[in-house]
């Protein structure tokens, strides 16, 4: 009842200290099993590595790439906080957001929000503005391991629709150090309410360079049936950086991506494009 994967991914995007075009993920399906399932796992999984590997729950990194200079402290000690996306910015910002973002008045609600705080977000779609909110308020504090919750259903076409809050859906993503180790979520398995979700996200297509395309094949194969599952991706290089103190993932790649030197000084990470996310 369960299959994973580890294998090498390509994405074409651009270069940084945290990001490759080529990188190495694990990805795994468990039948029978939802989020909950998953966060006990990866908590059980990551705690139990940096355990084995360090002999404490607890360590260190330096990120300003000095070791000799300023030391952040990383707790792994399970079980990991979590944040409920919509509760967490509603308690940041002071307001109460629309029950249903896909909703006209959504958009105009997140823009203004944006504005607001001065966070700029280079597509208006919802799920953009949103994100960058997640971002800037967010993603920013979580230093130890943290999971962030109940993702809104226009950020996360292939998620199951929550059991509480047919607006949410049964997604986490798990945060570091402030960035993005682990992607994973309650499989999707209605085939009706996929089409419904690929049809939502072609419209949003020339505005959001992410918005996915449809794929009737994905969809017939649900026709045929899939248990309850739950689907799960973690980054292995970026598993790597934090446990080996590297800020640059070009420390943990034995042939990283590297642009030509202009013979002026060393090379430099190509920000044109925006990043990849980790899994």
Not at 20 to 38: K, Q, R
Not at 73 to 100: H, Y
Not at 225 to 249: E, F, H, K, V
């Amino acid at each position: 009842d369960r299959v994973y994967e580890i294998g090498r991914l390509f994405r074409n995007e651009g270069i940084d200290m945290t990001h490759n075009p080529e990188f190495t993920s694990c990805e795994f399906y468990w039948a029978y099993a939802d989020y909950d399932d998953l966060m006990t796992f990866t908590e059980e999984l990551l705690s139990s590595m940096v355990k084995e590997l360090t002999g404490s729950y607890k360590i260190a990194i330096h990120p300003d790439g000095d070791k000799e200079g300023r030391a952040v402290e990383i707790d792994f000690t399970p079980p990991f906080r979590r944040l409920p996306m919509i509760k967490s910015l509603e308690e940041k910002l002071g307001v109460k957001f629309p029950a249903d973002l896909s909703q006209p008045g959504a958009k105009e609600f997140l823009t203004d929000m944006c504005k607001k705080h001065k966070i700029e977000a280079d597509q208006p779609t919802p799920a953009k503005l949103l994100d960058k909110l997640v971002g800037e308020l967010l993603e920013v504090e979580c230093i130890h391991p943290t999971f962030i919750i109940d993702h809104p259903v226009i950020m996360s076409p292939l998620a199951k629709h929550h059991r509480h809050d047919p607006h949410l859906t049964e997604r986490f993503e798990l945060f570091v150090n402030t960035k993005e180790l682990c992607n994973a979520y309650t499989e999707l398995n209605d085939p009706v309410v996929q089409k419904e979700r690929f049809d939502a996200q072609m419209a949003q297509k020339g505005l959001d360079d992410e918005a996915m395309s449809k794929d009737d094949e994905f969809v017939t194969a649900l026709e045929y049936g899939l248990p309850p599952t739950a689907g799960w991706g973690m980054g292995i290089d970026r598993l790597c950086m934090m446990l080996t103190d590297s800020m640059n993932i070009k420390e943990v790649l034995l042939f990283p991506a590297m642009k030509p030197k202009d013979g002026s000084g060393p090379e430099a990470p190509d920000s044109s494009a925006g990043p990849s996310t980790a899994t």
